[in-house]
């Protein structure tokens, strides 16, 4: 659990919206939403990761079962 | 100090959802949820201090352990709903986010029942 999950977040971020610029002027609009929809479901498993495990020591530390 | 990391994450993070919100504002939303499950992280340990000070304490004071369950409950439901409750509040759904702390506090009203049952009734023995 530490910072470089942001850093690498918001570079995956940039990336999808630069791919997606590219492959817009080269007139493949399919492929520029594929793309940014591929980079939004890597950020999002990486983020549901995280709050996963966060429910889970939540649970754990309370005894929230 | 722990807390001069917290406050960094925070601004960095916070700094970083900015720049990204004009190109992708679902990424920003994400980037400031991952922030604050960071944060929560790094306070997690302090926390696990907390409960086993306390429980150490109303063990000694001879607290019941269902009282003290039923406390610790309270306490992780509210903190779970108050994180949900301001993740949704960010993304611009407010009404989820009120649903969320509704269901929250009437979840916590159910598991007071007992507790306020049980004071009733020593109350009842005092006075009869």
């Known amino acids: ?65 | 100090m722990d807390i001069l990391k917290i406050c960094a994450i925070g601004l960095i993070s916070a700094i970083f959802a900015l720049t990204v919100k004009q190109y992708k504002p679902e990424v920003a939303i994400l980037i400031s949820v991952s922030a604050a499950v960071i944060i929560l992280f790094m306070v997690a340990d302090y926390l696990v201090e907390a409960v086993t000070v306390i429980t150490q304490l109303s063990e000694r004071a001879g607290v019941d352990d269902a009282l003290l369950s039923s406390i610790l409950k309270i306490i992780g439901v509210g903190y779970l709903t108050e994180f949900s409750a301001s993740v949704c509040e960010d993304a611009g759904n407010k009404s989820i986010g009120e649903k969320i702390s509704f269901a929250g506090k009437v979840i916590i009203l159910v598991v007071a029942l007992p507790v306020l049952s049980a004071v009733i009734d020593i109350i009842s023995e005092m006075l009869l």
């Open chain 1, 1 to 65: 659990m530490s910072v470089d999950v942001i850093f690498k977040i918001a570079a995956i971020g940039i990336l999808t919206a630069v791919t997606g610029q590219i492959l817009k002027k080269s007139d493949r609009d399919e492929m520029a939403t594929l793309t940014t929809l591929a980079g939004l479901v890597v950020v999002l498993m990486m983020v549901i990761d995280m709050i996963g495990r966060l429910f889970d020591t939540i649970k754990s530390l309370f005894s929230l079962y």
